[in-house]
């Protein structure tokens, strides 16, 4: 997989922007980037995360609560930090505050609880073309990605391929429901992807003069945003 940034952003909806905000801009010290509109009801507050994106994405119409397994936790390298700390934001997602270097994080790891492990090693190793860094631990670019059995984990029931819009509306739930990987060429990596078999969310969709995005989805059905950003890549195909 050829990134055009080496870091993974990771998407959390909420209806709670203001405490959020709080928790993010002033305990966490992220900096907060820009707010984007990006359709379907959704505004998009953007905070640098060493060089990945947290995207809260704000809903004002009541959002599910959060579904068991899928992206559960994520590990933060801080420069402030002595220690390990574990704290909940106030939609309570799991955040970890870890020293630089700590379990050998010294960016962002993402958590997942998985049904199948197998499945998943399959998934990052050969679709996503990560790096194994051990069972159930593999780096994409310079970003983390740990995943483990989850009892409580739900394989979601496979479906078509949907529009983007459509794909934002499935995601809307409590937490953190999506990640995405900045690559050179969406539609050749997309192309690449499905037809290893990897379940395609939305076919390559461009949004102005911003981005060309689709989603595929992880052997449980997780989101993944698949983007090519035009501030990374240049020009960008339409269609």
Same mark, same amino acid.
């Given at each position: 997989?050829?990134?055009? $940034?080496?870091?993974?952003?990771?998407?959390?909806?909420?209806?709670?922007?203001?405490?959020?905000?709080?928790?993010?801009?002033? /305990?966490?010290?992220?900096?907060?980037?820009?707010?984007?509109? =990006?359709?379907?009801?959704?505004?998009?507050?953007?905070?640098?995360?060493?060089?990945?994106?947290? $995207?809260?994405?704000?809903?004002?119409?009541?959002?599910?609560?959060?579904?068991?397994?899928?992206? $559960? /936790? %994520?590990?933060?390298?801080?420069?402030?930090? *002595?220690?390990?700390?574990?704290?909940?934001?106030?939609?309570?997602?799991?955040?970890?505050?870890?020293?630089?270097?700590? !379990?050998?994080?010294?960016?962002?790891?993402?958590?997942?609880?998985?049904?199948?492990?197998?499945?998943?090693?399959?998934?990052?190793?050969?679709?996503?073309?990560?790096?194994?860094?051990?069972?159930?631990?593999?780096?994409?670019?310079?970003?983390?990605? #740990?995943?483990?059995?989850? /009892?409580?984990?739900?394989?979601?029931? $496979?479906?078509?391929? *949907?529009?983007? #819009?459509?794909?934002?509306?499935?995601? +809307?739930?409590?937490?953190?429901?999506?990640? #995405?990987?900045?690559? +050179?060429?969406?539609?050749?990596?997309? !192309?690449?992807?499905?037809?290893?078999?990897?379940?395609?969310?939305?076919?390559?969709?461009? %949004?102005?003069?911003?981005? /060309?995005?689709?989603?595929?989805?992880?052997?449980?059905?997780?989101?993944?945003? =698949?983007?090519?950003?035009?501030? %990374?890549?240049?020009?960008?195909?339409?269609?």
């Amino acid at each position: 997989m050829e990134l055009a $940034k080496r870091f993974l952003d990771v998407g959390v909806f909420t209806n709670r922007i203001d405490e959020m905000r709080v928790f993010y801009g002033e /305990r966490i010290r992220l900096p907060f980037e820009e707010l984007l509109p =990006v359709g379907a009801g959704v505004r998009q507050y953007r905070y640098g995360l060493l060089g990945s994106v947290l $995207k809260l994405n704000h809903i004002r119409e009541p959002l599910p609560p959060r579904a068991p397994g899928g992206y $559960k /936790r %994520l590990a933060i390298s801080d420069p402030h930090a *002595a220690t390990p700390s574990t704290l909940r934001d106030p939609d309570g997602n799991d955040i970890e505050l870890l020293p630089c270097g700590e !379990r050998g994080i010294a960016q962002i790891e993402i958590h997942i609880g998985v049904t199948d492990v197998a499945a998943f090693e399959h998934f990052y190793g050969d679709a996503l073309q990560a790096e194994r860094l051990g069972a159930g631990r593999f780096k994409l670019g310079e970003t983390i990605v #740990t995943f483990e059995h989850d /009892r409580a984990a739900v394989r979601a029931e $496979k479906s078509g391929s *949907a529009s983007a #819009t459509e794909v934002i509306g499935a995601m +809307r739930a409590l937490g953190m429901r999506y990640i #995405t990987v900045q690559v +050179r060429d969406c539609d050749r990596e997309h !192309r690449r992807m499905t037809s290893m078999g990897v379940w395609e969310g939305a076919a390559p969709v461009t %949004l102005g003069a911003v981005a /060309r995005i689709s989603f595929i989805r992880d052997p449980d059905g997780n989101f993944i945003e =698949v983007s090519q950003r035009a501030s %990374l890549t240049g020009s960008l195909p339409q269609g």
